[in-house]
Nanobody
Framework: QVQLAESGGGSVQPGGSLRLSCAAS????????MGWYHQAPGKERELVAE???????NYADSVKGRFTISRDNAKNTMYLQINSVKPEDTAVYYC???????????????WGQGTQVTVSS
């Protein structure tokens, strides 16, 4: 079984910063792409940023230049540095990972439980 645990959410004022972490644990062979999604109240879950195992990144237009995704494969952890936060960044942030559980098996996507980020003055 694979578990993804997010941390680092909380309340922050507009213009502030915070860093989210997503730690993977359990038994698996390797983790391919990972990503952060967010879901605001009443809205669909949407991609914020994603990163391949080799470090190639992709960002939603709304966060380019403000958010930075990274990962430490040795620590099985992914990060999201959020700078210059805006009220519209308020959402639950979810970690996603495509995991190969055993050699020669297809990858499966796993989700964390989510961490709340609230931006308000």
């Amino acid at each position: 079984q694979v578990q993804l645990a997010e941390s680092g959410g909380g309340s922050v004022q507009p213009g502030g910063s915070l860093r989210l972490s997503c730690a993977a644990s359990g038994s698996y062979y390797t983790i391919n792409a990972m990503g952060w999604y967010h879901q605001a109240p009443g809205k669909e879950r949407e991609l914020v940023a994603e990163i391949t195992s080799g470090g190639r990144t992709n960002y939603a237009d709304s966060v380019k230049g403000r958010f930075t995704i990274s990962r430490d494969n040795a620590k099985n952890t992914m990060y999201l540095q959020i700078n210059s936060v805006k009220p519209e960044d308020t959402a639950v942030y979810y970690c996603n990972a495509w995991v190969v559980v055993s050699v020669r098996t297809p990858e499966i996507d796993y989700w964390g439980q989510g961490t709340q980020v609230t931006v308000s003055s």
